[in-house]
T-cell receptor, first 117, second 113 residues
Framework: EAGVAQSPRYKIIEKRQSVAFWCNPISGHATLYWYQQILGQGPKLLIQ????????DSQLPKDRFSAERLKGVDSTLKIQPAKLEDSAVYLCASSLGAGGGPYNEQFFGPGTRLTVL | SQQGEEDPQALSIQEGENATMNCSYK?????LQWYRQNSGRGLVHLILIRSNEREKHSGRLRVTLDTSKKSSSLLITASRAADTASYFCALRGRGSTLGRLYFGRGTQLTVWP
């Protein structure tokens, strides 16, 4: 079974530039998550989709971050304009559903490491 | 805060020794999960323990949960160099229907050959 795919793996940009990340979840997984992991910290949820609808974006800095999940499959996360503090690894994860059962284990992609200069 | 706190922040042991990491939290949970993250790789789910469970095993891993003390421990027995990684506990709040996980800062485990 193919895992969660992300691209690019690495990205270096200058502050105030724009950047986009792409995620392809595991086939059949209805729930998709984007996390931000700053060096030395644990992942922090930015946004959660259930199919193509947003169910939790309370931690997403909406003035500069946006995300979409067209057709309930692939997703893109965009930062515009980027700030120095956005330097982090951006992780995408997917799960079958979002309920409280143990079967909704989240599977993570390898992440995109963003460096903002 | 809804996230867990792992202890110690860093742990260094020799191959063959056991490694114990702890996670403390403050909220009520539905379940607690442990993840591993190797350098350059994404997070890998290791084990999930529900709030009504006290202990679970998976291979060389043993997880305990004490909801009265709001703490969990992860024991890796007979450690190997390949176990070198960061280990995170992640909490799922009680009553959560959205699947949101709250991760701690992690424990960096180094296993020397």
């Amino acid at each position: 079974e193919a895992g969660v795919a992300q691209s690019p793996r690495y990205k270096i940009i200058e502050k105030r530039q724009s950047v986009a990340f792409w995620c392809n979840p595991i086939s059949g997984h209805a729930t998709l998550y984007w996390y931000q992991q700053i060096l030395g910290q644990g992942p922090k949820l930015l946004i959660q989709f259930q199919n193509n609808g947003v169910v939790d974006d309370s931690q997403l800095p909406k003035d500069r971050f946006s995300a979409e999940r067209l057709k309930g499959v692939d997703s893109t996360l965009k930062i515009q304009p980027a700030k120095l503090e956005d330097s982090a690894v951006y992780l995408c994860a997917s799960s079958l559903g979002a309920g409280g059962g143990p079967y909704n284990e989240q599977f993570f992609g390898p992440g995109t490491r963003l460096t903002v200069l | 805060s809804q996230q867990g706190e792992e202890d110690p922040q860093a742990l260094s042991i020799q191959e063959g020794e056991n490694a114990t990491m702890n996670c403390s939290y403050k909220t009520s949970i539905n379940n607690l999960q442990w993840y591993r993250q190797n350098s350059g790789r994404g997070l890998v789910h290791l084990i999930l323990i529900r709030s009504n469970e006290r202990e679970k095993h998976s291979g060389r891993l043993r997880v305990t949960l004490d909801t009265s003390k709001k703490s969990s421990s992860l024991l890796i027995t007979a450690s190997r160099a390949a176990d070198t990684a960061s280990y995170f506990c992640a909490l799922r709040g009680r009553g959560s229907t959205l699947g949101r996980l709250y991760f701690g800062r992690g424990t960096q485990l180094t296993v020397w050959p």
